[in-house]
């Protein structure tokens, strides 16, 4: 069995995380890697990510959180965004970056640049925000995998007040709203849900080869 499969049959949704662990920097650097590495639509990279380490912070966030105590007690707490709006600024940054980085002709970039434009511009506010959403749960696939080839302990989150966690972190004077949460750290040696095995449908049952 490769090293992959075994790491991502170890990792699980962690119920509970030893508060006594922290993340080291090499590890929170991976994971802050990682999210800037995933993928995004055009490359456009419409969301966020938030670390939240202090603690006094995430105490506040657990009401919001239907009481799961993950997020307090996990070493970070990853907060995905997506930007409030698209607008022409982001596309023009983004191509900007492209002509800088691998120096190529804005004749060949002009179509493209503009073509994107054009097909934000039909989209409505509540479109860009669905667009950029679908992007942050890319992002969390990326990082639950890499924090399972990293020996990180994770459990996504989708279930949280959004509104309250947006007043809290003061994301709207960032141009942010949270979509997804994601506690890291190391789980509790008491956590009895480690010790279960994975549920899954046979892979004859969940893949289709034609």
Not at 153 to 178: Q, R, T
Request: net charge positive.
């Amino acid at each position: 069995m490769s090293n992959t499969i075994k790491q991502l049959q170890w990792r699980y949704a962690t119920k509970k995380f030893d508060n006594s662990k922290i993340l080291s920097l090499e590890k929170l650097n991976i994971l802050k890697q990682a999210f800037n590495l995933t993928a995004t639509s055009y490359g456009l990279q419409t969301i966020k990510m938030l670390v939240v380490k202090d603690k006094s912070i995430r105490a506040k966030l657990v009401a919001h959180s239907y009481n799961q105590k993950q997020v307090a007690e996990a070493s970070h707490l990853l907060v995905i965004c997506i930007q409030e709006n698209i607008v022409d600024n982001d596309i023009n940054t983004y191509y900007d970056n492209i002509k800088n980085i691998r120096d190529t002709p804005e004749t060949i970039l002009k179509p493209y640049r503009e073509g994107l434009m054009a097909m934000v511009s039909k989209m409505s506010k509540e479109e860009r925000q669905q667009w950029s959403t679908k992007q942050a749960y890319i992002a969390l696939g990326n990082l639950m995998t890499v924090c399972a080839l990293e020996k990180i302990d994770a459990c996504p989150m989708e279930g949280f007040v959004p509104s309250k966690y947006d007043e809290i972190l003061e994301l709207e004077a960032k141009g942010l709203k949270s979509v997804l949460l994601l506690p890291v750290g190391y789980r509790a040696e008491d956590d009895m849900f480690s010790e279960f095995k994975k549920v899954r449908k046979p892979i004859n049952e969940a893949v289709i080869e034609l």
